[in-house]
């Protein structure tokens, strides 16, 4: 059965690619694309999206704005993994996809609400802002989501700080808001997107498949990687965005455990830290989930498959 998703992103090299997978893809319908301040400032990533769209020549697909900053942070960009546009390493087209007039998260509740229930699944790789502001706004849309698959947060790595991701702490309170919101929820995070890496024989592959997007994102990639290997010590970059997108395809890509999560705002040393309760496991079942493992070459094959469809 096709699944209908909301994409919430902040392109980013890695959310090119989800975005791809999810268009791409036929058991995916992309319902809309809304963008959130993240990996760089909200105009930035929103023209990302623009250029994006215009690249792989989306169509009847809205594309809204939302939030500029987090909800109490002061904005915090990735500009040493993501560059100063957000998406460094290509030459984008210029957008000729128009944005929507209406805010993301108007668009995000609207999408919900004028849907039947238990039919749209929100799948945000940002910053959690436009989703928590969504159900502060419309709290009746948790029991109307489907799911939500986020790409956040971790149980073990860590990339912004000692113990948090950077979609996490960019934003802590919207992250607690949405992880304790009720609704089903599947954390994709660095324990199993530092697995999704574009290695030598990704690069490869997207020379073979030798479209115009593929040779694009193969640009991206090769930017990528050296960022990640300058500002994170990787030999090769992980695409972290779209391991969500290839979970609601195929279930087999990642293994999940049902578990506890919560978001901690206080501490000194481990505000934004995603602290999952694997001593929970067996005992009843929680709405929230963790990835915690990840077939490469099942996630590698949908994207190029997802690239082949494009063209």
Not at 62 to 70: H, M, V, Y
Not at 129 to 142: C, D, K, L, M
């Amino acid at each position: 059965m096709v699944k209908k998703i909301i994409l919430d992103c902040d392109p980013g090299h890695d959310d090119a690619l989800a975005l791809m997978l999810a268009y791409g893809n036929p058991e995916i319908e992309l319902m809309a694309v809304t963008t959130v301040a993240g990996n760089q400032t909200l105009k930035k990533v929103t023209n990302n999206a623009l250029s994006l769209a215009t690249l792989i020549g989306m169509k009847n697909v809205p594309i809204a704005a939302g939030c500029d900053r987090p909800l109490v942070n002061e904005i915090k960009v990735a500009a040493d993994v993501h560059g100063e546009s957000g998406i460094d390493g290509t030459e984008l087209p210029a957008p000729e996809v128009q944005l929507e007039d209406i805010n993301a998260v108007d668009l995000i509740i609207d999408t919900i609400m004028n849907n039947p229930a238990n039919t749209i699944t929100l799948v945000p790789t940002g910053a959690l802002t436009n989703i928590a502001t969504a159900v502060r706004r419309e709290p009746r849309i948790v029991e109307r989501v489907k799911e939500v698959v986020l790409m956040g947060g971790a149980y073990k790595d860590s990339n912004a700080s000692a113990v948090a991701e950077f979609n996490i702490i960019v934003d802590p309170e919207a992250a607690h808001i949405v992880f304790n919101a009720g609704w089903k929820l599947t954390m994709v995070g660095l324990d199993v997107t530092h697995k999704a890496l574009a290695t030598e024989d990704v690069i490869e592959e997207l020379e073979n498949i030798n479209t115009v997007t593929s040779i694009k994102v193969k640009e991206l990639m090769l930017a990528f990687r050296g960022m990640y290997k300058e500002n994170q010590n990787f030999d090769f970059p992980p695409v972290h965005d779209p391991v969500t997108i290839a979970y609601l395809i195929d279930p087999t890509v990642m293994d999940v455990v049902n578990a506890p999560i919560d978001i901690e705002l206080n501490g000194k040393l481990t505000r934004g830290m995603t602290v999952v309760d694997f001593s929970h496991v067996l005992k009843e079942e929680v709405p929230t989930n963790v990835g915690v493992s990840l077939d490469k070459q099942k996630f590698w094959n949908l994207i190029y498959d997802a690239l082949r469809v494009i063209g």
